[in-house]
């Protein structure tokens, strides 16, 4: 008992017991490696966050390279260059880029020549498209370097 002022006080003892939320380590990786840049929690490419927080991840792509999407563990779990989850474990995500090569078409006088893309993947399927003016007609595709077959207005995508 606690005396002060002619105020008696009775105090019994209390235990505090404080359960604190675990943390957990959640760190962003580029493949292949300068293909672009990663954000945890607009911060660097690591954090340590609290059990059940938010998480976002930001995935941009350097030039001459497009976001494919967020992997772990092999498995791809976005395709949104902006990935948002709830931590429950530790994580290491990867953002996986892929490099795309630049398709010009240029036309010559008496029509209009266009490509389905501006950019395309080694192996992408691009679709070639002509419009002949009154007067002129399509005689064929010529491509510079000339390692490069079109068939029926498509052509593979090298990687170059």
Known sequence: MVTASGVSVVSDVATLTVNAKPTYTITAVVAPEGAGNVKVNDGGT??????????????????????VGWMENGQQVSADA????????????????????????SPVEGGTATADKATAAAGETVTLTTTSESGYYFVEWKVVPDNLSIQENQFTMPAE
């Open 82 to 105: 902006t990935y948002t989850f709830t931590a429950n474990s530790n994580h290491t995500l990867t953002a996986k880029f892929e490099q795309v090569y630049t398709i010009t078409v």
């Open 46 to 67: 690591s954090a340590t966050v609290v059990e059940s927080s938010e998480v976002t991840l930001t995935a941009t792509a350097n030039s001459g390279y497009r976001f």
